[in-house]
């Protein structure tokens, strides 16, 4: 069984900048440089949607909202995926969800922006 863990959410003002970061553990230890990790997010009322993924060689893909402002990256050496999120608007509130592997999720944290 995989154990993916979120951390990093909070609230922070429109126009400001947040990191979260996602690492996936199973029996043989951490999974992060060998599987597929993307991040998610879900807004009150609204569908899960893809934010950010990146492959197991490193190729990254983003979705339209994403482009420009939002960075996902690996830190091999530290087991751990990170996003960072630039210029955060009200729309970008919502809990962000890290899936590893295509199948196995973190309990998400949340995201606020508020001023």
């Known amino acids: 069984q995989v154990h993916v863990v979120e951390s990093g959410g909070g609230l922070v003002q429109p126009g400001g900048s947040l990191r979260l970061s996602c690492t996936a553990s199973?029996?043989?230890?951490?999974?992060?440089?060998?599987?597929?990790i993307g991040w998610y997010r879900q807004a009150p009322g609204k569908e899960r949607e893809l934010v950010a993924l990146i492959s197991r060689l490193g190729r990254q893909d983003y979705a339209d909202f994403a482009q420009g402002r939002i960075t996902i990256s690996r830190d091999s050496a530290k087991n751990t995926v990170y996003l960072d999120m630039d210029d955060l608007t009200f729309e970008d509130t919502a809990v962000y969800y890290c899936?590893?592997?295509?199948?196995?999720w973190g309990q998400g944290i949340q995201v606020t922006v508020s001023s």
């Open positions: 199973g029996a043989s230890g951490s999974i992060v440089n060998d599987a597929a």
């Open positions: 899936q590893a592997g295509g199948i196995c």
